[in-house]
C-alpha cells in the first residue's frame, strides 16, 4: 500500500514536467510576436521597439528552446502568466476571481450525477433485459449521443425563452448590486450560495440558486448517462459471480444479495470512474458557461480563445492539467483503499 | 466475421444505427445533386439575403444576391432556403447537405490518424516492454492529463481557424484511448506460443508486431473507433460552437448550432420563432452520433465474449 502510493507520488514530478513541457510546446509554435503580446497589456508598447525590447529581455523571449523553456516554468512558478486582454487583468488574477463560480458550478453538479447515474445503473442491472432496462438504457445512449452545447441550448430555450424560469448569468442586476457592491453583504468563501446563507439572505441565495440550475442539468446530463452505462454492465459482471449464486442458494433474500452482496462490490469500478468523470467535466464546464454566459473560467477560456488572447488561454490549459494531475493522483490513491487488489502490483 | 454482421442487422438498435448512417452516406455522396454549389468553393454555404435575422423556412434568395450571381456570371439552380436560413442570410439546408461531408472527413479522418498513432505506439511499448514501455506510457499519461476539449480548444487556438487545424489538434489529443487498448491486448498477446514461435523462426520484430500480433489483438481497437467517430464529430462540431473551429460560413454543422445561439430564445412573447435555426442541424448532429454510437454500442456487445449467448 505504502510502496504503491509512494511509487504513484514519484511519477507525479515527471507528469508535471511532461505537462508543463508539453504547453510550452504549443505556447512556442506561437510567433515571437504572438508571444511577445501575451505579456503585453497595452497594445501601443508592440509599435514602440524599445518598450518591446525590453519585454523581450524580461521574458527570455529570444531565449533558445530549452533555456526558455526554464525561465517560462520560473515565471509561472512565480504565477506571472501574462496579461489577460479577454478579462483586462492579469491572467493569474483573471484565474482567481473566476475560479469560485466554476468551483461553485461543479460542486453542484457533481452529487446528482453521482447519484441519479448509479442508482438507475443498479436498476437497469437488476431488471435486466425487461422495460425498465431498456428504457433507461435507450435514455442513456440518446443521452450519451445529445452533444452538450445542443442540450444545453435546449434548456436555455425551454426554461428561459418559454417558461422564463432559469436566467442566464450567475446573479440578476439587483442581487448582484447587492453581492459586489453593498456593503452589508459579505464575501466568505466566493461561492454565493454559500455566502447567501452565511449572510442570512435567502432572496439571494434563491436568485444565485436559480442561475446554477440550468448549467447544471446541462453539465450533469451527459455524465449522468455515460455513469449509468457502467454502473449497469459492473453490476450485470457481479450479479453473475458464483458468490452471488451461493447467496442466493442460502436463501438470502434478495434486497441483501443485491445492496449487501452485489452492489459493493460491483461499485468498485464506478468509484474510479466517477472520479475521471468529475475531472472530465472541466470540459463540459467550458461548454456550460459558454451556453449559459455564466462568469467562470470556462466561459473566459472560450472568450479569449475567440479574441486570439493567447496568454489567458494557455494560463486556463495550466490550470486545467494541473488540476487534473491532482485530481487523477487523488482517484489513484483512493482506488487502492477501497480495491486491494490493486496494491498487489 | 458473417456471424457479426448477421448479429448486427438483426438487432433492432444497432439496424437503426445502420439505417441511419447509410441515409447519411447517400447525402454525402449526392450532396452535388442535392445542393448544387454556387461558388467554386462548394463547402462556402451561400447567402440568402445579406440580412443579420433568420428567414423561416421557404425565404426566396433576395434579388440583389441574385443580380450577384447573375453578374458574375453564376447559373442560379436553386432559389429557396428550403429550411430557412440561419444568422446572416446563410441557406439552412445547403449547410445541412454539405455539413454531412464535413462530418464523415472530420470523423472518419481523425479517427483513423489517431488510431494509427495509438496503435503504432501502443504495440511498441508492449512488445518491447521495460524501459520502452515505461517512456512511452508516461508520454501517453502525460497527453492524457488534458481535458480532451480544453486540449483540442488550446492546440486549435494557438493554430488557427480552419478545418484542418481542428483535425490536427483533435488527432494530437486523440490518440491515447487506442494505444492503451492495444498495449493491454498485446502483453497479454505477445505470451502465446505463436509468437514464441515466429521469435525462434528469427522472424524480424516488425513483422510480429505487423503480420502476427495486431490482426489478433486489433477488433476491441476497431470497436473502439467506430464509437470514437461521433465524439470527434462532435468535438469539432463544439469547437466550432465556441468560435474557435470551422471559418466563418463553412458548411459546419457546430457553426450552424452557433449561428442559431443568439436567436433560440427569439424575440419577447414569440419564443421559438427561429426554431428551424437550432433544430435542423441540432437534429443532424444529434443522429449521426447517434447512429455511430448504435453501432458501436453493438458491435461491443456482439464482439464481448462474456455476453456472448445473452443477446
Known amino acids: 500500500m505504502i510502496a504503491y502510493i509512494i511509487r504513484r507520488l514519484l511519477l507525479l514530478p515527471i507528469i508535471l514536467i511532461g505537462v508543463t513541457f508539453l504547453i510550452f510546446c504549443m505556447f512556442s509554435l506561437l510567433s515571437p510576436m504572438e508571444r511577445l503580446a501575451t505579456y503585453v497589456n497595452d497594445p501601443s508598447t508592440l509599435k514602440n521597439p524599445q518598450a518591446a525590447e525590453r519585454i523581450i529581455e524580461k521574458y527570455h523571449l529570444n531565449d533558445p528552446f530549452p533555456l526558455g523553456y526554464i525561465q517560462w516554468v520560473k515565471r509561472i512558478a512565480k504565477f506571472d502568466l501574462g496579461w489577460s486582454q479577454a478579462a483586462n487583468q492579469p491572467v493569474w488574477d483573471a484565474i482567481c476571481q473566476r475560479f469560485p463560480a466554476t468551483l461553485e458550478l461543479v460542486i453542484y453538479s457533481i452529487v446528482p450525477v453521482i447519484l441519479v447515474g448509479i442508482w438507475l445503473g443498479v436498476i437497469s442491472a437488476v431488471h435486466h433485459n425487461d422495460i425498465i432496462d431498456q428504457s433507461i438504457r435507450v435514455t442513456a445512449i440518446v443521452g450519451w449521443s445529445l452533444p452538450t452545447f445542443i442540450f444545453g441550448l435546449l434548456v436555455l430555450f425551454v426554461f428561459y425563452g418559454i417558461l422564463g424560469w432559469l436566467p442566464p448569468g450567475r446573479l440578476s442586476t439587483w442581487a448582484q448590486d447587492i453581492v459586489y457592491t453593498g456593503t452589508n453583504f459579505h464575501s466568505y468563501t466566493h461561492l454565493v450560495t454559500i455566502d447567501a446563507l452565511l449572510n442570512g439572505n435567502i432572496p439571494i441565495f434563491v436568485d444565485a440558486l436559480r442561475h446554477l440550475c440550468a448549467p447544471i442539468i446541462t453539465l450533469s446530463y451527459v455524465y449522468w448517462a455515460f455513469l449509468l452505462r457502467i454502473a449497469r454492465s459492473s453490476m450485470l459482471d457481479t450479479l453473475r459471480k458464483d458468490y452471488i449464486r451461493t447467496a442466493r442458494a442460502k436463501g438470502v433474500d434478495e434486497h441483501t444479495v443485491i445492496h449487501k452482496h452485489a452492489e459493493r462490490n460491483a461499485l468498485i469500478p464506478v468509484v474510479t470512474i466517477a472520479g475521471m468523470l468529475i475531472i472530465g467535466m472541466l470540459g463540459g464546464v467550458v461548454v456550460a458557461e459558454t451556453v449559459f454566459t455564466y462568469p467562470g473560467l470556462g466561459f473566459w477560456a472560450a472568450t479569449a480563445a475567440q479574441q486570439l488572447d493567447y496568454g489567458s488561454v494557455i494560463g486556463f490549459a495550466l490550470l486545467f492539467a494541473l488540476i487534473m494531475v491532482v485530481g487523477n493522483l487523488v482517484v489513484d490513491v483512493s482506488y487502492a483503499f477501497i480495491d486491494p487488489r490493486v496494491r498487489l502490483e | ?311
Request: net charge positive.
Open chain 2, 1 to 311: 466475421m458473417n456471424r457479426t454482421l448477421r448479429k448486427l442487422f438483426s438487432n433492432a438498435t444497432s439496424l437503426l444505427g445502420i439505417i441511419l448512417l447509410v441515409f447519411f452516406i447517400i447525402i454525402a455522396i449526392f450532396a452535388p445533386v442535392l445542393a448544387p454549389p454556387l461558388s467554386d468553393d462548394p463547402y462556402q454555404i451561400p447567402r440568402m439575403s445579406w440580412d443579420v435575422n433568420p428567414q423561416p423556412p421557404g425565404f426566396p434568395m433576395s434579388d440583389n444576391i441574385k443580380d450577384m450571381y447573375k453578374y458574375i456570371g453564376k447559373e442560379v439552380k436553386y432559389d429557396k432556403a428550403i429550411c430557412g436560413t440561419a444568422q446572416g442570410g446563410y441557406d439552412i439546408f445547403y449547410g445541412l447537405i454539405w455539413g454531412t461531408r464535413t462530418a464523415f472527413k472530420i470523423g472518419i479522418t481523425t479517427v483513423f490518424s489517431a488510431m494509427l498513432i495509438g496503435l503504432f505506439i501502443g504495440s511498441i511499448a508492449a512488445y518491447f516492454g521495460r524501459w520502452v514501455d515505461e517512456v512511452l506510457m508516461r508520454i501517453t499519461d502525460i497527453f492524457l492529463s488534458f481535458p480532451f476539449l480544453v486540449a483540442a480548444m488550446v492546440l486549435t487556438t494557438i493554430l488557427g481557424r480552419g478545418l484542418n487545424k481542428v483535425m490536427i489538434a483533435l488527432i494530437a489529443f486523440g490518440w491515447m484511448g487506442y494505444a492503451r487498448v492495444i498495449r493491454g491486448s498485446i502483453l497479454s498477446a505477445k505470451e502465446e506460443t505463436y509468437v514464441m514461435a515466429a521469435k525462434a523462426l528469427g522472424v524480424r520484430d516488425g513483422k510480429i508486431i505487423w503480420r502476427h500480433l495486431l490482426p489478433n489483438t486489433i477488433f476491441p481497437v476497431l470497436i473502439q473507433a467506430s464509437m470514437n467517430i461521433g465524439t470527434m464529430v462532435v468535438t469539432a462540431a463544439t469547437l466550432s460552437f465556441l468560435g474557435v473551429g470551422a471559418p466563418l460560413g463553412y458548411a459546419d454543422w457546430g457553426q450552424m448550432v452557433s449561428f442559431a445561439r443568439n436567436w433560440i430564445v427569439g424575440a419577447p412573447g414569440h419564443a421559438g420563432q427561429y426554431w428551424y435555426s437550432v433544430f435542423y442541424p441540432g437534429i443532424f448532429i444529434i443522429l449521426f452520433v447517434l447512429a455511430w454510437n448504435l453501432i458501436g454500442d453493438a458491435l461491443r456487445d456482439i464482439l464481448d465474449p462474456r455476453l456472448r449467448g445473452e443477446l
